[in-house]
């Protein structure tokens, strides 16, 4: 049995839950999502109890491979609607930038002209400080699709560690070439 597949979604209060042959559709405070899963697996919905439960109608590797994968896109739907989900990422280097303006985001990343970036419907993207980018939304997915575009505008080098990357990532460093004086 998958121990990700077999555990039980709880579904907080608030949130509406309408299951389809091959679809989820939750509704929450942070928005709604439409999630749509393969028809195979059973999906059924315990609303006395307040959970989802993700089962699979046989052994084969097929249906073992999707009960986790459906059990997660179900958690994925249900979280978002009710909490939602945020990534934040770090601008490094000297006069690197980002300022969120409405639907856009602007950066100053080293390039002869600022990039600018519209924020995708269902998203929210806010600049606390100018060297910090936090993207918002009720769809995991698309938030970190758009942090990795943002981050595909300049990674970070690893030399000076310049430019933009994840908050909880690790840039690993490289020694630049040394100085070797007197030798010719």
Do not use: W
């Not at 077999?6 to 989820?24: D, R, Y």
């Not at 999502?33 to 919905?45: A, F, G």
């Not at 690893?158 to 430019?163: I, T």
């Amino acid at each position: 049995m998958s121990r990700i597949g077999k555990q039980p979604v709880a579904v907080p209060a608030g949130v509406k839950i309408e299951i389809g042959k091959g679809s989820l559709k939750a509704e929450g405070p942070k928005g709604s999502l439409s999630q749509r899963l393969h028809p195979d697996m059973i999906v059924e919905h315990d609303a006395s109890a307040g959970v989802i439960r993700v089962s699979r109608p046989t052994e084969a590797k097929r249906h073992k491979a999707l009960h986790g994968l459906t059990q997660r896109l179900v958690t994925n739907a249900v979280v978002g609607v009710s909490e939602g989900f945020m990534r934040r990422l770090q601008v490094v280097g000297v006069g690197y930038n980002a300022r969120a303006q409405g639907r856009e985001i602007t950066m100053n990343l080293g390039f002869s002209n600022p990039v600018v970036m519209k924020v995708p419907e269902g998203l929210e993207v806010e600049t606390p400080s100018p060297t910090q980018i936090i993207v918002r939304g009720c769809d995991k997915q698309r938030v970190g699709q758009f942090a990795a575009e943002i981050r595909h505008k300049r990674p970070p080098e690893p030399y000076k560690g310049k430019g933009v990357r994840y908050e909880d990532e690790y840039v690993r460093r490289k020694a630049g070439k040394a100085f070797v004086g007197g030798q010719s």
